[in-house]
């Protein structure tokens, strides 16, 4: 029994490192965006409503943070499919420590994961230019399958890490806090995130932007 | 060009990006995108193919689904540089270069302003409204998670794709009248109606989701329509969205502190 709920949790967790591959490095079909990620991983978890909640949420948190230039936004697929992962399942966690919680580790993923990788992806761009002028052939199609398997690998290790960190750690806090004002603050944040968010994203719509 | 090569080049520039980096951008993406063109023109030269291929890996950075449009245009040049009696090649490939990185700037501020500014923001509020009115009927819970999911994909893919396949035979027809041609399509104009309709949109999520909560609980539609307009003016400062949270988190708190009961 405990076997196959792990074995839930890290099907969860290897479909959303899968899904975050589609945010910047291939496809961009948007299947990584927390609205979309949300209601479907949460219907393969076996709670749709709730998946389609925490990608509300984490989708208008993020919707205006966009991946241009050199920035690196915190990871929505992250953020929304973490989020998830410690709120259903095995050692569920309170919905109201799994939205931060999910939040924070997609930011904790551009930091660890995101840049570490774009950095080494510099450094070979800076050797195939060099094999190129020294006249040898630079196999593009395998890198870019080493790197994809290399950001898939990093983060299903990085979800797989929270979960085992996590879900006992947001479990325990969340029985010391819940009975608390500090609990009643946290369950007023996640059920008011929808309308900030809605605020957040009328403001990013406006026309004299 | 052949229709198997334009696929050939739609279904790399999916990964335009798969090679990115802070120093390269799109730059090593952008030269496996070209790669079979390359291979086909300069096929019986290898070393003119890694050289063709060296000036492709080089900085690059768009919007990635305008970059078919990129990649048709350089396509063109390539052909005209492959065509070239070898005195005028370093001419034209400064053209190309030239041309390339223009073409980069004008389309990246394009679809950075269309897709990431109105489009996404347009298909959120769609997706939405889709779950709203799933909810509102009485669907269950896998119909909303599908039909608001599937609705998303759906509409935000649907000139995506059709840019994208599209992008690569009109940039290779249209090679340095680039800019002239870009400049016909009303891009401003489409930026705004999205705007438009997704604020139209978002209005009426808000007046129906307000006017359910209103009826139950007076107190709480105020709190909600409190926190929209918190939620406007927190981005407008330029607040996070994690800083945004932990401050809703502490006012929240402070509110079951004072005895505020939800």
Wanted: proline letters at 5%; one cysteine or more.
């Amino acid at each position: 029994m405990i076997g196959e709920s792990a074995g839930m949790l890290a099907a969860g967790a290897a479909v959303v490192a899968a899904a975050e591959l589609d945010s910047t490095l291939a496809l961009q079909l948007m299947v990584s965006r927390p609205i979309v990620l949300g209601p479907l991983l949460g219907l393969g978890m076996g709670n749709a409503l709730m998946g389609a909640f925490v990608g509300l949420i984490v989708e208008l948190y993020s919707h205006d943070k966009i991946p241009i230039g050199g920035l690196i936004p915190a990871n929505a697929a992250v953020s929304a499919g973490a989020g998830l992962l410690l709120a259903l399942g095995p050692g569920a966690v309170g919905l109201p420590v799994a939205v931060p919680a999910g939040l924070f580790l997609g930011w904790l993923h551009e930091r660890l994961v995101d840049s570490p990788l774009r950095r080494r992806r510099g450094r070979l761009a800076h050797s195939t230019a060099e094999a190129l002028a020294r006249g040898v052939d630079a196999p593009l199609g395998r890198m870019i399958a080493q790197e994809l398997a290399l950001q898939f690998v990093a983060t299903w290790a990085l979800l797989i890490a929270a979960l085992v960190v996590l879900k006992p750690l947001g479990m325990r806090t969340w029985a010391v806090l819940s009975p608390t004002a500090l609990g009643t603050g946290l369950w007023f944040a996640a059920l008011a995130a929808p309308w900030f968010g809605m605020g957040m994203l009328a403001h990013s719509l406006r026309l004299n932007r | 060009m052949t229709a198997r090569m334009r696929w050939r080049l739609f279904v790399r520039s999916f990964f335009i990006q798969a090679l990115w980096s802070f120093e390269n951008m799109q730059g090593l993406g952008f030269g496996f995108c070209m790669g079979p063109w390359l291979r086909e023109r300069c096929g019986a030269s290898p070393p003119e193919t890694r050289r063709a291929l060296a000036r492709h890996c080089e900085y690059f950075n768009t919007q990635p689904y305008m970059a078919g449009l990129a990649i048709g245009m350089a396509c063109a040049l390539e052909e005209r540089v492959s065509a070239s009696a070898a005195e005028d090649r370093p001419a034209l490939e400064r053209k190309l270069r030239s041309l390339k990185s223009c073409a980069a700037g004008a389309l990246a501020a394009i679809g950075d302003s269309f897709f990431w500014g109105a489009w996404r923001p347009f298909c959120t509020v769609l997706a939405l409204a889709i779950g709203m009115t799933t909810v509102t009927c009485g669907a269950p819970p896998w119909t909303v998670a599908v039909a608001a999911a599937g609705g998303y994909v759906l509409v935000f893919n649907t000139p995506v794709l059709i840019l994208r396949w599209r992008g690569v035979g009109l940039g290779y027809r249209w090679q340095d009248r680039f800019a002239a041609e870009l400049g016909r399509f009303p891009w401003q104009k489409s930026v705004k109606a999205a705007r438009l309709a997704g604020t139209g949109l978002a209005a009426g999520c808000a007046l129906v989701g307000l006017f359910t909560i209103m009826t139950g609980a007076p107190g709480r539609g105020a709190a909600a329509a409190a926190a929209l307009a918190a939620g406007w003016a927190a981005r407008a400062y330029g607040l996070t969205s994690r800083r945004l949270y932990a401050a809703v988190w502490l006012i929240g708190t402070a509110a079951a502190v004072v005895g505020f009961r939800w």
